[in-house]
């Protein structure tokens, strides 16, 4: 197969063989709360759930357990905002592999601490994600492997066996709602999701603040831009100017964009939090926070993805008792 050949089902049913016995099936819930709010069925896939509390595990899973045993023996590198590293390390831990994971400062320390405690070595640099590139290209140089958190055909097949679930579990599924950085985990979701139901509706969701992807799709083509403090610091980073993958498979299977606020990501970490019982970070909550913001039309039984749940739970416990949390006072320093 080429290099860039689309990925399509057989990749993503393949995948699922693969990490099968590495990850959780996640369940799919009904919210009686936004449904009624939206007038149709409103699901929840609970992924947040998922071990490490993201759905990186499951691309990070797929790309380790796809490495030649002599290739995967020399150890992996991951450059991350946090979950990528998450899933990278524990992927690699249950494979016996060496780990090391390059972040930028504007990480937080509970996602710091907890890669830590998966067994990977850290190493801080830089401002920003492409800082951190820099180490991670000098240590591939050595014989290490990079594993990119969403440019990749093994991470986006990763990610596509979310579409995979979703469809077997509501069949009749007409709007999926799908967060939106790189494109990882869009890409996948919609490529498995249309390929099993054409006329589904996929809805992509970013943050105003530093949206990559939707500034990308709007320029026609990789655009930087630049990353910003934000409750939905998963999503921040850039999609790459040499991108391969994400940004046409975005372009080609995405129907819509809508960008949220950070008032409204606080309000969906609010509602996950009284009206779920659960606790979801801000990026795993935008498409709560897009729904309840009247920024969903939703056509048919509607899904929205909690993609994760690692947040501070001191910032969490001052949003949930309704305090006013302005990120954009936070220089990241
Ligand atoms: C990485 C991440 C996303 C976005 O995934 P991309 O593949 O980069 O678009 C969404 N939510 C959470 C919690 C994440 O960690």
């Not at 490490?52 to 992996?76: C, I, P, Q, W, Y």
């Not at 579409?163 to 999926?176: K, M």
């Not at 609010?270 to 659960?278: P, V």
Request: proline share 4%.
């Amino acid at each position: 197969m080429s290099e860039t050949a689309p990925i399509g089902l057989a990749e993503i049913e393949a995948a699922r063989q693969t990490i099968t016995g590495m990850i959780r099936r996640t369940p799919l819930d009904p919210s009686p709360s936004l449904s009624e709010r939206a007038g149709v069925p409103v699901y929840l896939k609970a992924e947040h759930q998922q071990i490490t509390h993201s759905f990186k595990l499951r691309g990070a899973a797929n790309a380790v357990l796809n490495l030649d045993e002599g290739v995967r023996a020399r150890g992996v590198v991951g450059v991350s905002t946090g979950n990528h590293g998450r899933g990278l390390a524990y992927a690699a831990r249950e494979t016996g592999t060496r780990c090391i994971i390059c972040m930028s400062k504007l990480v937080p320390q509970n996602k710091i601490d907890g890669i830590r405690a998966l067994g990977a070595e850290i190493r801080i640099i830089g401002r920003s994600q492409d800082e951190a590139q820099h180490e991670v290209d000098r240590l591939v140089e050595d014989g290490m492997t990079m594993i990119p958190p969403f440019d990749h055909r093994h991470i986006i097949a990763g990610q596509g066996t979310l579409g995979l679930e979703i469809l077997e579990d509501l069949p009749g599924a007409g709007t999926l709602v799908v967060q939106m950085s790189g494109g990882g985990l869009i890409s996948g979701i919609a490529a498995a999701a249309k390929a099993m139901k054409p006329d589904i509706r996929i809805v992509g969701v970013s943050m105003e603040r530093g949206a990559a992807m939707a500034a990308s799709q709007a320029a026609g083509r990789p655009v930087e831009v630049e990353e910003l403090p934000t409750l939905a610091d998963s999503l921040g980073g850039g999609i790459g100017l040499e991108n391969v993958y994400t940004f046409a498979m975005v372009r080609d299977l995405v129907d819509e964009i809508v960008l949220v606020d950070e008032r409204e990501i606080a309000a969906g970490i609010h509602h996950g939090y009284w009206h779920e019982s659960q606790i979801v970070e801000g990026s795993g909550a935008v498409g709560m926070s897009a729904l309840l913001a009247g920024k969903i039309r939703p056509a048919g039984p509607t899904v929205l993805l909690l993609s994760g749940g690692n947040i501070d739970m001191a910032l969490h416990h001052r949003i949930i008792s309704g305090e006013h949390v302005d990120m954009t006072q936070q220089t990241g320093d």
